[in-house]
């Protein structure tokens, strides 16, 4: 199921007379159910290699998905790989890369609000007892219009998280698409510079130039843009900033 065709040319004629008669949907079924069954099996090694290539491969079918009339949870389901994911992602026995891979996928098909408030915010919140990737993996779940509800304890988070963890937090902010989040976006970006919070800026804003915004333009432009009179939380972020 993980064959690169790039690498075997003859192969993907061997696997085009294979299934260019099934229906798009038994194609899609029967490959994820390869998959499940070769994640399964595999050992801790190899188990890494096999669920980053899934994820990978896995980001780039959602629309032969879409277009085959059905859900990824369903396909997930039926080929236990949702099964597998869920354990793997919560158990530290696992290599710290395939735990992170699992929290992506099963974020992808699993958005309930009882799966992310009780499993993923605790690693957020907690991140001390966490590899700084987990931590990474757990903060895109709430990347999500749909996970504004939890933006005021990923805001309050930030003082516990770690430098390499603070763009996966300025992404998930900003990926909420909800204007709350400008303030401390932009308090981020005032302190620390572009590093981190300059590229949510620009996607929340469509400040294009935003690399090279001249010092003072964020405060100028929060003034003339802000929807209620409220201060940029300046020195909320460089108590940490100036302490780490």
Not at 19 to 41: A, F
Not at 102 to 125: G, K, N, Q, T, W
Not at 127 to 149: H, K, N, T, Y
């Amino acid at each position: 199921a993980f064959q690169d065709f790039s690498q075997d040319y003859e192969g993907f004629f061997e696997w085009y007379e294979a299934v260019r008669n099934l229906p798009l949907r038994e194609l899609v079924i029967r490959t994820t159910r390869t998959i499940g069954d070769e994640l399964r099996s595999s050992g801790p090694e190899e188990r890494v290699a096999l669920i980053e290539a899934f994820e990978e491969g896995n980001l780039l079918v959602d629309a032969l998905w879409e277009s085959a009339g059905f859900a990824p949870r369903a396909v997930m389901r039926e080929a236990g790989i949702e099964e597998l994911v869920r354990e793997w992602a919560f158990d530290e026995e696992q290599p710290v890369k395939a735990r992170a891979s699992s929290l992506r996928i099963l974020a992808r098909i699993d958005r309930s609000r009882e799966l992310l408030e009780f499993s993923y915010l605790p690693l957020v919140e907690r991140p001390g007892e966490q590899e700084p990737e987990i931590v990474r993996a757990a903060l895109r779940a709430f990347g999500d219009p749909d996970c504004s509800w939890a933006i005021p304890r990923i805001v309050a988070a930030f003082p516990v998280l770690s430098e390499s963890s603070r763009s996966a937090w300025a992404w998930a902010l900003a990926r909420t698409r909800h204007p709350s989040v400008l303030p401390d976006l932009i308090a981020l970006r005032v302190v620390e510079g572009p590093e981190n919070a300059g590229s949510a800026l620009r996607e929340l804003t469509g400040a294009l130039f935003e690399m090279h915004a001249p010092e003072g333009w964020w405060e100028q432009w929060w003034l003339e843009h802000r929807p209620e009179p409220v201060e940029l939380p300046l020195e909320r972020y460089r108590a940490v900033v100036g302490r780490k």
